[in-house]
């Protein structure tokens, strides 16, 4: 079915749907060039537009990207390839879809597969080595996909053609050496017979001769033909001449004698010695006349009919033998072609099998290693190419395996934020979570631990993924716990690093800064364990201070001489109105410009500063947004490489704030545009905040 | 390149029934144009539609999932999404892809409206079949 490719086109676009006109007109041009009916060049393109739109819009959906055609027709199919280089597929998507499934879920993703698959005689998506292919085949004209042949009937028309020709060359081989032993022995045997009749008849010369001289009489001379004719049934007749030509003897007819010799008419009676031929079809009758001769005299003729029958008799019997002898060869060399053919096929098929089963998924055996040379060497190729592919294709896995777990721990990182963030009489809080392509290890939390006493935390976990998630969310709830009641934020902190330092994978630490917030006396207290200096703005004297107590990461091996409660540094501050301060994680002061230049904490206070001095009542969400937009003014397109996390808080002027008490203070931070915009994974950037 | 055309027309017994009329061609980059006449046909709860494909060249996946994703929703409904006057070039990918097991078919739009009322005269909004008479 593949024989050679009668045409080839390759050609490559730039995935862009305004080339899919030039796209189908290539298909087209190909198929109707090649026969296809009209039918089928209207479905054929739809399967194509299909598949080319799916590798524009989803392949490169976030990138600009080439989109190759291949087309190959061979005499009976064409097959047809769309190459890319984007995002492949699940296989899953791939797989049989079926058409009351589509209508039942109301969805329309698959459906261009399905019309593919549909159209098409075959359909198959290979994902590997960065590029992934889409490979169709449609027959031209009314074939039916399901009469492929099978691998064994392809195999075995191989080896019937095979047999064939060399069957055909063998039997021409020993149909010439028959050819040749034949007339070699029909020549030897004949010439044999000559011989004898030869021998007989210059006997009779020799006899007849002295007959002649002596004068016999008729009786005689018939008496010594007759006894030759009769001991040898070969000669079927003899007639002795004498000089003048008239017959002295005759064995056939007495009558004949002294009437003149009328030679047969098939045979030149001047030849003398000369075996000639009486083609009569009944029996092969041949003529052989002798002179009777004593010294110089010259007495007549000896002219001999024989028959070469039991040559031909002989003959037969030894073409017979022969052609038994070339029968039993043929046969043995049909057994020798069938084994020589399974020499040259076997490895064929063997190969094809195992190359089947690699791309039915099975990438693990190798191709056996045998066969003649030619053999050894494509397997050897062939285990070459699979084993690349194959580990192309555990790296595509290990990589899908990734962004599943990057997608397990995104997830994960989102329950670890507050929905809400609690009303906190006397204090104006505001929050923002922005993650980072890569889901990072940023926490905050708000809540309340009772007598009018509030939690604030941020941490930041030096690990990625699933596992920091992990501990991130035990350590959201250890805090919660040891929070509850607490009077110091040292007391919770110990008991936090106490259950931890257990639990905390090597390698891997936690930057906290847990804040006790009392309303009663308008109160701060907090402990840093090796988190980012809190920024605190003085109301009364419009100063920006950095507050950073003292105190280890969690997670960090506690050495002989410092342990980690020992330097655990709690601070105090006394809030008056409308002062503010600010806790944050180093994805504000780690993030880099283009040069690679960092934001740094500097340029944080000055910016605070600055809006403060401008209007010092300004609105905890503008301040928000302002530092927001600062720093994305800072990065330009710089990619986020961390999260950035930050809380924002306020007092209140103090009459106001028993009357605001009930009042829903905080604004829960991660505003749902930020939100969403983090939901869809994969984007790298969500600075998308407008609609 | 956004070649197509999109009008509405509502006719039957109580104008009941909503022609969508279509030119052109129904690819990805047209089909969001009908997705949101036939929502908006959804939301206003005008569940018997008849899509005239008269004047329509071409059907991408994009145009024939906008049916087949909606034609639950407007059967449990009541209602059907008929198509009428198929090219015979989209009505043969129509039946090579066996849409014509989920989606009706007619000859001609004044067919399609006649089954409708047909069905609305002699069922009402009961639960109907593909048959046309019973």
Known sequence: MFRRPIKEINAEFVAEERYLDSIQRIVKEACTAAGMSRRDVTAVLLAIEEGATNIIRHAYLYEKGTLRLRIVVYRKIIAFSLIDSGRSFHPEQTGKIDLEKLVESGRKGGLGFYMISKIMDSVEYISAAGFNELRMLKRIRGLSATDTPPLLRRMFTLRAKFSFFTFLIVSLIIAAAFYFVDRRTKMEVRGHLEDMVWALSSTIADQAAGYYINSRSDVEFDELIVSYTRANPTLKLVVLTDSTGLIRAHSGDISNIRKPYQAPNEIDPQLIGVHQSLDTTQSKLNYLALNIRAGPRFFGRVHTVYSSEPVDEKLAAVRKRIIMFTGLLLLVGILGIYLLSNYFVKPIAKITHRVRRFTSGDLETELPLEGADEFFEIARALNDMMTRLSKDRRNIIEREKMAKEIEVASQIQKTLLPVQLPAIPGLQLDAYYRAASVVGGDLYDVFEIGDGRFCLVVADVSGKGVPASLVMSMLRTVIQIHAVGARSAKQVMLAVDDYLKANIPPGMFITVLLAIYDTSASRLTFVSAGHNPMIYYQAKSGQLKTLNPTGMPLGVPVTLDRDFGSGLEEVSVELDENDLFLVYTDGITEATDRDGNQYGMGRLVEFLQQQLVGDEAIQLSKLAAGIVEELDAFSGFAKQNDDITFILARTEGRKSSSEKHQEPAGRAVIDSQTYRSTDSSASSSPQDGDE | ?134
């Open chain 2, 1 to 134: 390149m956004d070649n197509i055309s999109i009008s509405l027309l509502e006719s039957g017994q109580d104008k009941a029934v909503s022609e969508v009329r279509i030119d052109g061609v129904i690819d990805t980059l047209t089909a969001s144009e009908l997705e949101e006449v036939i929502d908006s046909l959804i939301k206003r709860e005008r569940y018997k539609i008849v899509i005239d494909l008269a004047g329509v060249d071409y059907i991408s996946s994009a145009g024939w999932g906008i049916f087949i994703s909606h034609i639950r929703d407007v059967r449990s409904n009541g209602g059907d999404i008929k198509l009428a006057g198929m090219i015979p070039n989209v009505y043969e990918i129509y039946e090579l892809l066996e849409f014509d097991n989920v989606l009706k078919s007619y000859r001609s739009v004044d067919d399609a409206r006649a089954n409708f009322q047909e069905a609305g005269s002699s069922g009402g909004g009961k639960k109907k079949t593909g048959s046309r008479k019973p």
